[in-house]
C-alpha cells in the first residue's frame, strides 16, 4: 500500500520521501512510536509537513473528501 500512496502524493506534484523502517538502524524504535502514535498497522505512516495524516486508509479518505491538495500546498509540498 506503500506504493500506491507514494504514487498518489506524486500525482499532485509532490516529491515524497520514503523511509524504509525495516532498512534503517532505529527502525524498530520508529515503529513502536507510530504504533504510539495510533498508527496500525505502523506502515505506512504518512504525514504531511511535520502532520501526522495516518495510514494509507486516511490518506485515500483525504484524497477522496478533496482535502490532501490543500494540506500538501499548505505544507509547501506543491506550489499550485
Known amino acids: 500500500m506503500s506504493h500506491a ?5 506524486r500525482g499532485f506534484g509532490a ?3 520514503m523511509y524504509e523502517l ?3 538502524p532505529n527502525g524498530g524504535e520508529m515503529e513502536k512510536a507510530l504504533i504510539g502514535l ?3 498497522p505502523s506502515v505506512p505512516a504518512v504525514f ?8 494509507s486508509h486516511d490518506v485515500m479518505s483525504l484524497n477522496i ?3 490532501l491538495k490543500p494540506l500538501l500546498i ?4 506543491i506550489w499550485i
Open 5 to 9: 500512496i507514494m504514487i498518489l502524493i
Open 15 to 17: 516529491n515524497p520521501a
Open 22 to 24: 525495516d532498512r534503517l
Open 38 to 40: 495510533g498508527c496500525n
Open 48 to 55: 504531511v509537513g511535520r502532520n501526522f495524516m495516518g495510514g
Open 65 to 67: 473528501q478533496g482535502k
Open 74 to 77: 499548505k505544507a509547501n509540498a
